[in-house]
């Protein structure tokens, strides 16, 4: 392995963004509004398709929020949620006051289990009394959820759907694109997401009216008067046109990287097909087309790794993987659920043969932020989060380096009687 370190995945940047970027200074468009912003909108809802409308947002957390307010959610309210997720799909509830009520997975996309859904319902308006405002289901690591199902039981119950789609631009379920099959349905452009325009978000709406209203709350929430007039309480949320600029050169490459995903997905499974007790999480049948925005393994708990006995040995200072805005630094090694040794020990073991990975997003129902929070669950969720592992995957991964890395994966197991194949010799 060379001394340059592989990253987990990093929207690739071109030399068409800059044009647009130039644009708008050149024309002094550098305001949350402009010719890129409509642009970048006009761009997504060609994508997207099916007549549906776009809101260009400063974060995909800033579409969450304004797609719960929408459907009317409030304090003393509950709203259905996907609990295998990042805090983004739920945190937006809380700013509302309102309470999240987490629903576990089902086990073969990893998303939100509708049974367990139709349940968790059914449950909560027996004890409440009333039903919730919405569901929030999540497309996790690219992967399209049992949106048939889910929206089944929203139309049983008369409940408006949000996809958080965010990391699932270009997924599709049955060919129709994710995001567009709820109410509403949210996208990312964070630097780490299929496209990036620095920061930001979109929000897909059904119609242009309802555009015109979540555009209202975006934009503080301004009426047509000649000087400033607030009758509802709106947000700073729109897009600056330099970040939409960004976003405009991103869409010419958007169908690019999504074909690099994949490839790099079918490559990983095809490499490591024969190491036992390795697995690489794909998609269910072809009715669930992933983007694979993120590449995940689970590894048997049977499996032995190199340096478990280091795990979990000293606290981490800092970000792992650089993310940022980690300023409070852990006091203990250890927390009530957490990977696995042998997970934490291939991480580590991975990240000092200059390669980056990461464990799975830890459930919402595990975090003490919501240790109050009703949750349905039936252990999925956190069994993946105990077993599995994010693999560096992006437009700037080349085949060459996954060959690598699954070398250094191969390398770092013991012969346990777990049969481990070289990717060299599957070639």
């Not at 990312?188 to 990036?196: A, D, E, L, Q």
């Not at 580590?348 to 009703?374: F, I, S, T």
């Amino acid at each position: 392995m060379s001394n340059k370190r592989i990253y987990l995945c990093l929207a690739h940047m071109s030399g068409k963004e800059m044009g647009f970027i130039q644009e708008a200074f050149d024309t002094n468009w550098v305001v949350p509004l402009g010719p890129n912003v409509n642009g970048f909108e006009a761009d997504l809802e060609e994508f997207v398709g099916e007549d549906k409308k776009v809101v260009a947002l400063s974060a995909g957390t800033a579409a969450v929020h304004l797609a719960l307010i929408a459907c009317g959610v409030g304090p003393g309210d509950e709203v259905m949620v996907q609990s295998f997720t990042f805090c983004a799909s739920s945190h937006p509830i809380t700013y509302l006051g309102a309470t999240p009520v987490f629903v576990d997975s089902e086990e073969e996309t990893w998303n939100m289990d509708p049974e367990l859904l139709d349940k968790a319902i059914a449950d909560r308006i027996d004890k409440t009394g009333k039903k919730p405002k919405a569901i929030m289901a999540v497309y996790l690591y690219g992967m399209p959820a049992k949106i048939d199902e889910l929206m089944a039981v929203a139309k049983k119950y008369d409940i408006p759907l949000i996809e958080d789609a965010a990391e699932g631009l270009g997924s599709r379920y049955k060919g129709k694109v994710c995001g567009t099959y709820g109410k509403y349905g949210v996208l990312s452009f964070n630097g780490n997401k299929m496209i990036t325009t620095s920061g930001g978000g979109a929000l897909i709406c059904p119609d242009e009216e309802t555009k015109n209203k979540i555009m209202f709350y975006a934009t503080q929430a301004r009426e047509s008067y000649p000087y400033y007039q607030h009758e509802e309480i709106g947000y700073n949320y729109r897009m600056s046109n330099i970040c939409a600029g960004i976003g405009r050169g991103q869409m010419t490459v958007v169908d690019e990287h999504i074909a690099h995903h994949k490839k790099l997905c079918r490559l990983y499974a095809e490499l490591l097909k024969d190491v036992k007790g390795i697995d690489v999480h794909l998609a269910p049948s072809d009715e669930f087309d992933s983007n694979y925005w993120l590449i995940t393994v689970t590894l048997d708990e049977n499996l032995m790794v190199k340096g478990e006995e280091d795990a979990y040995k000293t606290v981490v200072k800092g970000a792992v993987g650089g993310a940022a805005g980690v300023v409070h630094q852990a006091s203990e090694t250890h927390t009530d659920c957490e990977p696995n040794r042998n997970v934490e020990a291939m991480r580590m073991g991975l990240d000092k043969a200059g390669v980056e990975a990461r464990p799975l997003w830890k459930p919402m129902h595990k975090q003490p932020v919501y240790k109050n929070a009703p949750a349905y669950t039936n252990g999925v969720s956190e069994s993946l989060f105990k077993r599995g592992l994010c693999l560096p995957s992006g437009p700037c991964v080349s085949e060459e380096e996954v060959r690598q890395i699954v070398d250094t994966i191969c390398q770092m197991t013991i012969d346990n009687g777990l049969r481990r194949l070289s990717s060299r010799s599957a070639e």
